[in-house]
């Protein structure tokens, strides 16, 4: 039985963690969740993810109960490379994944978090990466996505502490999007996933590498690519569509094309 749950509503896809109680991460989670994002690229109607928690918590982290399975050097590193693997397969996945934030993001949930492209959450919302109160560190990719958002300073602190922050400080620290009411969560992740869907998809796939190589790469490589996909959405249909619409004051009618 998988522990992602797959449902489409129009354009957005929606995946639900659902590994009781705390959604932890285990090795078949992710496994899942590879096996979802497969999915997802297979169904070329979605143009937009959100990915949500069932229960209390989006997820509280990795499974720790699978560590004790663990025997040497190369074990554990096969379980970081793992996860690293699935995390950034998402961040540059072609199509934006939304992540609703309900209770708590713990460890590799919030690296799982932090691999999503947005992030809401509510003002009860707890985000840390708690690993080193274990004796720990994060593994996947933590020490390095989280300093990308805080800041060298801050991350430091949430890390070698193992203290986690509220959404509302989230939001304010530039970790999260939005803070919004816990009943208006999925409401608003929902609404901003179908603002999204309602683009070109050629024009959000452009979008989404450009901007996961200017996180990697020198400006004037990403100038170059830039210029690059600006000349190709320009031959598009959908380019077309959008300028002449645009011109007649009317809403654009994208055929992703």
Not at 85 to 90: A, G, P, T
Request: proline share 4%; with cysteine.
């Amino acid at each position: 039985m998988t522990m992602i749950m797959y449902e489409v509503e129009g354009n957005v896809a929606y995946l639900t963690i659902k590994s009781p109680p705390a959604n932890a991460l285990s090795r078949g989670l992710l496994k899942d969740l590879s096996e979802q994002l497969n999915r997802i690229e297979q169904e070329n109607r979605v143009k937009a993810v959100v990915l949500k928690g069932d229960g209390r918590f989006f997820s509280a982290g990795a499974d720790i109960k699978e560590f004790t399975d663990l025997q040497n050097a190369s074990d554990y590193a096969s379980l970081a490379t793992n996860g690293q693997r699935v995390f950034s397969r998402m961040e540059q996945f072609p199509v934006p994944i939304i992540a609703a934030i309900y209770g708590a993001a713990l460890g590799g949930g919030l690296e799982l978090a932090m691999a999503c492209h947005i992030r809401i959450v509510t003002e009860n919302t707890k985000l840390g990466l708690p690993e080193v109160n274990l004796g720990i560190i994060p593994g996947f990719a933590g020490t390095q996505r989280l300093p990308r958002y805080v800041g060298a300073a801050k991350a430091y602190e949430m890390i070698l502490t193992g203290e986690p922050i509220s959404g509302s400080q989230a939001a304010a620290w530039g970790l999260a999007n939005s803070v919004v009411a816990e009943e208006e969560l999925l409401s608003e992740a929902t609404k901003l996933a179908n603002k999204i869907a309602a683009k070109s998809k050629p024009a959000i796939q452009h979008i989404m590498h450009l901007v996961s190589v200017a996180k990697t790469e020198a400006f004037s490589k990403g100038e170059e690519e830039e210029a690059n996909a600006f000349s190709q959405v320009f031959g598009n249909e959908d380019a077309r569509e959008g300028i002449q619409a645009f011109l007649e004051k009317r809403q654009a009618d994208f055929k992703d094309k």
